[in-house]
């Protein structure tokens, strides 16, 4: 079965980090772009960060350029998200996402469980 794991979430001041955990089984996870994206209450889903299979090429939002670090472990089957300096505006649930490199136009197509952010100011 294909498993996206997320964890690391929790409560953290303005200002503190956490670091976000996205284990995956049950598929090619060195043939799969993964993605973070965050959906706070009342607010449409939006991505955060991605990171490439090939060449580990990464991607953030504007709203995270410089707070947030994208990583990833192939032997482990395990991507992170090391958030910096956060704001009370990044608290919402987070959810890693699996989609295939190889194919040119792919979609989203595995998704993790969320794991709950909160940011107090």
């Known amino acids: 079965d294909v498993q996206l794991q997320a964890s690391g979430g929790g409560l953290v001041q303005a200002g503190g980090s956490l670091r976000l955990s996205c284990a995956a089984s049950?598929?090619?996870?060195?043939?799969?772009?993964i993605g973070w994206f965050r959906q706070a209450p009342g607010k449409m889903r939006e991505g955060v960060a991605s990171?490439?299979?090939?060449?580990?090429?990464?991607y953030y939002a504007d709203s995270v350029k410089g707070r947030f670090l994208i990583s990833r472990d192939n032997a482990k089957n395990t991507v992170y998200l090391q958030m910096n300096s956060l704001k009370p505006e990044d608290t919402a649930v987070y959810y890693c996402?699996?989609?295939?490199?190889?194919?040119?136009?792919?979609?989203?197509?595995?998704w993790g469980q969320g794991t709950q952010v909160t940011v107090s100011s």
């Open positions: 990171i490439m299979s090939s060449d580990g090429s990464t």
């Open positions: 996402a699996a989609k295939d490199s190889r194919v040119v136009i792919s979609r989203y197509e595995y």
């Open positions: 049950g598929f090619s996870f060195e043939d799969y772009a």
